[in-house]
């Protein structure tokens, strides 16, 4: 009945005041420090057990979700996406924001295990991410990665199963090249969250900027080649808004490559013909532009 005219003593309270992040553009998302991975594709009332461990209340779907980036991975399995624009920083402490998206390189922690989602090692306040197909998460967990080791945060080309958390960070090695995650077969989805001891990301601060992931383009596969009488015909699989020139050399000391016909097609079996291929010998190669 708020009956507090006869109360007495007083709290002390110390409140520290971030700048909110500017909206996001285009192809872009923002990723805040509560957002707790394991708590990936699970429904509003979901709760994150791992916060028992902490000193305030429950992870929960509503608040600590974390973030889906929002595109369709269908049909997309075996090809390597990169993350080539991380940006911003957190806090794991509630404070002002000093860690970067590549985490504390000087602390490991280690998320929980739950709703079928693995755990994963690595430096605190990292960005990390996991794959889901459209079903929400459950049962057994694959194995757990370990990123404690530079080594491992540097392998450049990862292939993480479904539900198996991994290290983002920055999208790139400490030498600077652009690493690639392969998105597994029958993965739908991608979800990134910040790495916290035990899921503890309820009382974090900050925010990472996010671009959406580059998917390079397929690699050319040429499916069947021929010679009949004067003709040499390759097929490839062609990708929507690329053209296929066939070009030619007589000897490979030669200086230039000769083009003979340049066709493209979206998702269709291009046939590319040397229809006067009568030298002793040839060789070819598919430019793709």
Same mark, same amino acid.
């Given at each position: 009945?708020?009956?507090?005219?006869?109360?007495?003593?007083?709290?002390?309270?110390?409140?520290?005041?971030?700048?909110?992040?500017?909206?996001?553009?285009?192809?872009?998302?923002?990723?805040?420090?509560?957002?707790?991975?394991?708590?990936?594709?699970?429904?509003?009332?979901?709760?994150?057990?791992?916060?028992?461990?902490?000193?305030?209340?429950?992870?929960?779907?509503?608040?600590?979700?974390?973030?889906?980036?929002?595109?369709?991975?269908?049909?997309?399995?075996?090809?390597?996406?990169?993350?080539? !624009?991380?940006?911003?920083?957190? =806090?794991?402490? %509630?404070?002002?924001?000093? $860690?970067? &998206?590549? @985490?504390? #390189?000087? !602390?490991?922690?280690?998320?929980? =295990?739950?709703? %079928?989602?693995?755990?994963? $090692?690595? &430096?605190? @306040?990292? #960005?990390?991410?996991?794959?889901?197909?459209?079903?929400?998460?459950?049962?057994?967990?694959?194995?757990?990665?370990?990123?404690?080791?530079?080594?491992?945060?540097?392998?450049?080309?990862?292939?993480?199963?479904?539900?198996?958390?991994?290290?983002?960070?920055?999208?790139?090695?400490?030498?600077?090249?652009?690493?690639?995650?392969?998105?597994?077969?029958?993965?739908?989805?991608?979800?990134?969250?910040?790495?916290?001891?035990?899921?503890?990301?309820?009382?974090?601060?900050?925010?990472?900027?996010?671009?959406?992931?580059?998917?390079?383009?397929?690699?050319?596969?040429?499916?069947?080649?021929?010679?009949?009488?004067?003709?040499?015909?390759?097929?490839?699989?062609?990708?929507?808004?690329?053209?296929?020139?066939?070009?030619?050399?007589?000897?490979?000391?030669?200086?230039?490559?000769?083009?003979?016909?340049?066709?493209?097609?979206?998702?269709?079996?291009?046939?590319?013909?040397?229809?006067?291929?009568?030298?002793?010998?040839?060789?070819?190669?598919?430019?793709?532009?």
């Amino acid at each position: 009945s708020s009956c507090n005219a006869n109360n007495t003593g007083a709290f002390t309270v110390n409140a520290i005041i971030t700048v909110a992040p500017p909206s996001p553009p285009p192809g872009q998302v923002t990723v805040y420090g509560i957002a707790n991975i394991v708590l990936a594709g699970q429904l509003a009332v979901a709760s994150s057990r791992g916060s028992s461990a902490c000193n305030y209340a429950y992870d929960n779907g509503t608040l600590n979700s974390p973030v889906n980036l929002g595109f369709n991975l269908s049909g997309l399995a075996g090809q390597a996406i990169q993350f080539t !624009n991380v940006t911003g920083m957190v =806090s794991l402490a %509630g404070g002002i924001p000093d $860690t970067l &998206p590549d @985490g504390n #390189l000087s !602390n490991m922690d280690t998320t929980t =295990s739950e709703f %079928g989602l693995s755990s994963v $090692t690595g &430096p605190s @306040g990292a #960005l990390v991410g996991v794959f889901l197909n459209d079903l929400i998460p459950s049962g057994t967990a694959p194995p757990a990665l370990d990123f404690s080791t530079q080594a491992n945060r540097d392998i450049l080309v990862l292939s993480p199963v479904l539900r198996q958390v991994f290290y983002i960070g920055s999208g790139g090695t400490s030498l600077g090249s652009t690493k690639g995650f392969v998105v597994p077969q029958g993965a739908t989805r991608l979800f990134v969250g910040v790495l916290e001891q035990a899921s503890c990301n309820a009382n974090n601060t900050g925010w990472f900027s996010v671009g959406v992931p580059i998917l390079p383009p397929p690699p050319l596969q040429i499916t069947e080649f021929s010679w009949s009488g004067d003709a040499f015909s390759l097929n490839v699989v062609a990708t929507a808004g690329k053209s296929y020139t066939l070009e030619y050399k007589d000897s490979l000391s030669e200086l230039t490559w000769k083009p003979i016909m340049t066709v493209s097609c979206g998702g269709c079996l291009l046939t590319l013909t040397d229809p006067s291929a009568t030298m002793p010998q040839r060789f070819y190669r598919v430019r793709v532009d």
